[in-house]
């Protein structure tokens, strides 16, 4: 099968429920990498099967970087400078070295030290969910879908009030069908200016130079955020613009 027959057109809608599409299993049965056609119109190969995933993630002829020329867009305009530093954009060794400095934030026993806040997020919501209207709710929009929102905003220590800035901005700037294009790249460019708006207030709270207490936990150790900022200010490893992207996915 060639590319330009492509007649499947990606993503896919949800199956009854929210469950696995159905061309999943049909692709996976009789052609597990298929060509398809994004939303931007732009031509593409899927693969639906574990071991070519696996194969796709590992083979360095492989490229995550969108500013390649004749990368496939999922959004039509798509501005590929946005996620130009951003490790899911990069191939080795700059992902190498991003990822070096992003994994001092997850070692098992910093991870350990999470184990209570990730529970106390985890009950609020299922508390909040159960106190809801009705005998019935959505399992997803209610619990999953919020958890790795509100985690991921405490690791970067983004403030409670602006967590619902964060979920908009993240469920907008990541869709491939439900917003415009000119709402997703709103998004994308709010995200990133609030970050850098973030990241100078953590600079002017000290934190770079290690004379301010930051956001850490009670071993005196910084959130995600800290050690990025730590890492382009006193260690000078990163770029200003790897900084502020890096910290924005």
């Given at each position: 099968?060639?590319?330009?027959?492509?007649?499947?057109?990606?993503?896919?809608?949800?199956?009854?429920?929210?469950?696995?599409?159905?061309e999943y299993r049909e692709l996976r049965a009789g052609c597990p990498v298929a060509p398809v056609i994004l939303p931007s119109?732009?031509?593409?190969?899927?693969?639906?099967?574990?071991?070519?995933?696996?194969?796709?993630?590992?083979?360095?002829?492989?490229?995550?970087?969108?500013?390649?020329?004749?990368?496939?867009?999922?959004?039509?305009?798509?501005?590929?400078?946005?996620?130009?530093?951003?490790?899911?954009?990069?191939?080795?060794?700059?992902?190498?070295r991003i990822r070096r400095i992003v994994q001092g934030a997850f070692t098992p026993r910093r991870i350990r030290t999470w184990e209570p806040r990730v529970r106390?997020?985890?009950?609020?919501?299922?508390?909040?969910?159960?106190?809801?209207?009705?005998?019935?709710?959505?399992?997803?929009?209610?619990?999953?879908?919020?958890?790795?929102?509100?985690?991921?905003?405490?690791?970067?220590?983004?403030?409670?009030?602006?967590?619902?800035?964060?979920?908009?901005?993240?469920?907008?700037?990541?869709?491939?069908?439900?917003?415009?294009?000119?709402?997703?790249?709103?998004?994308?460019?709010?995200?990133?200016?609030?970050?850098?708006?973030?990241?100078?207030?953590?600079?002017?709270?000290?934190?770079?130079?290690?004379?301010?207490?930051?956001?850490?936990?009670?071993?005196?150790?910084?959130?995600?955020?800290?050690?990025?900022?730590?890492?382009?200010?006193?260690?000078?490893?990163?770029?200003?613009?790897?900084?502020?992207?890096?910290?924005?996915?």
């Amino acid at each position: 099968m060639e590319l330009d027959d492509a007649a499947l057109h990606f993503p896919f809608a949800a199956g009854p429920g929210g469950t696995q599409p159905e061309e999943y299993r049909e692709l996976r049965a009789g052609c597990p990498v298929a060509p398809v056609i994004l939303p931007s119109g732009d031509r593409a190969w899927l693969a639906s099967r574990y071991q070519d995933i696996l194969t796709v993630l590992d083979d360095p002829r492989f490229s995550r970087d969108l500013s390649r020329a004749g990368a496939p867009r999922l959004a039509a305009g798509f501005d590929a400078s946005l996620v130009k530093d951003m490790i899911v954009s990069m191939d080795p060794p700059e992902h190498t070295r991003i990822r070096r400095i992003v994994q001092g934030a997850f070692t098992p026993r910093r991870i350990r030290t999470w184990e209570p806040r990730v529970r106390a997020v985890a009950e609020r919501l299922l508390d909040d969910f159960v106190a809801g209207p009705g005998r019935t709710g959505d399992l997803y929009e209610g619990f999953a879908l919020p958890l790795p929102i509100r985690i991921i905003s405490e690791l970067l220590g983004i403030p409670d009030d602006d967590a619902a800035d964060f979920r908009r901005w993240t469920e907008t700037g990541l869709s491939l069908t439900r917003w415009t294009r000119d709402e997703m790249l709103a998004a994308q460019r709010e995200y990133v200016d609030y970050v850098g708006t973030l990241i100078a207030t953590r600079r002017s709270a000290g934190v770079a130079d290690g004379t301010g207490e930051g956001t850490g936990d009670d071993e005196g150790e910084g959130d995600l955020l800290d050690a990025l900022v730590g890492a382009r200010d006193q260690d000078d490893r990163l770029s200003e613009n790897e900084l502020v992207h890096s910290s924005a996915r």
